[in-house]
C-alpha cells in the first residue's frame, strides 16, 4: 500500500538519494585521487583503517553507483546502508562525532520512504493503469 501518493515526495526522496549518492561517488573519488580530502583520510589513520583507503573509497563509489541506477537502487540502498553504519563505528571508535554519516544514512532511509511511499526494499511493479 503506497502511504504517500502525490508527485512532490516522490520527487524530494529521488533528489535526496541522488544527492547521497552524489556525496559516496565525491568522498569515494577524492580518497582515491588524494585532492582534498585530508580530514577522511586523517580519520581513517586514526581509526586505524588507512590501510583499506582503497577498498573504502571504491565501496563508495560502487554504493552511491548503485543508487542512481533505478535496476540496482534497492540494493545500493542496502549497501549503502552498510557503508554509512560502518563510518558511525568507525568514528565512534576514535570518539569523533557520529553526526554527520548518521544525517546521510538518515537521509538515504528518508529519501528512499519519499520516494516509494513505503520502507519496504521489495522491487515493486510502478506500472498505471
Given at each position: 500500500m503506497k502511504l504517500l501518493q502525490s508527485e512532490r515526495p516522490r520527487?524530494?526522496?529521488?533528489?535526496?538519494?541522488?544527492?547521497?549518492?552524489?556525496?559516496?561517488i565525491l568522498a569515494g573519488g577524492l580518497k582515491l585521487a588524494e585532492l582534498g580530502a585530508e580530514d577522511m583520510v586523517e580519520g581513517l589513520k586514526k581509526a586505524k583503517l588507512i590501510q583499506h583507503v582503497t577498498l573504502i573509497s571504491v565501496t563508495a563509489i560502487v554504493c552511491g553507483t548503485?543508487?542512481?541506477?533505478?535496476?540496482?537502487?534497492?540494493?545500493?540502498?542496502?549497501?549503502?546502508?552498510?557503508?554509512?553504519?560502518g563510518a558511525i563505528v568507525a568514528h565512534l571508535t576514535?570518539?569523533?562525532?557520529?553526526?554527520?554519516?548518521?544525517?546521510?544514512?538518515?537521509?538515504?532511509?528518508?529519501?528512499?520512504?519519499?520516494?516509494?511511499?513505503?520502507?519496504?526494499?521489495?522491487?515493486?511493479?510502478?506500472?498505471?493503469?
Amino acid at each position: 500500500m503506497k502511504l504517500l501518493q502525490s508527485e512532490r515526495p516522490r520527487t524530494v526522496g529521488r533528489l535526496m538519494l541522488r544527492t547521497v549518492a552524489l556525496v559516496l561517488i565525491l568522498a569515494g573519488g577524492l580518497k582515491l585521487a588524494e585532492l582534498g580530502a585530508e580530514d577522511m583520510v586523517e580519520g581513517l589513520k586514526k581509526a586505524k583503517l588507512i590501510q583499506h583507503v582503497t577498498l573504502i573509497s571504491v565501496t563508495a563509489i560502487v554504493c552511491g553507483t548503485l543508487l542512481l541506477i533505478p535496476r540496482t537502487a534497492a540494493l545500493g540502498l542496502l549497501m549503502s546502508t552498510a557503508y554509512w553504519g560502518g563510518a558511525i563505528v568507525a568514528h565512534l571508535t576514535y570518539d569523533d562525532s557520529v553526526v554527520m554519516p548518521a544525517v546521510f544514512l538518515s537521509l538515504l532511509w528518508a529519501g528512499h520512504w519519499l520516494y516509494t511511499g513505503t520502507l519496504a526494499i521489495a522491487a515493486e511493479n510502478r506500472n498505471t493503469e
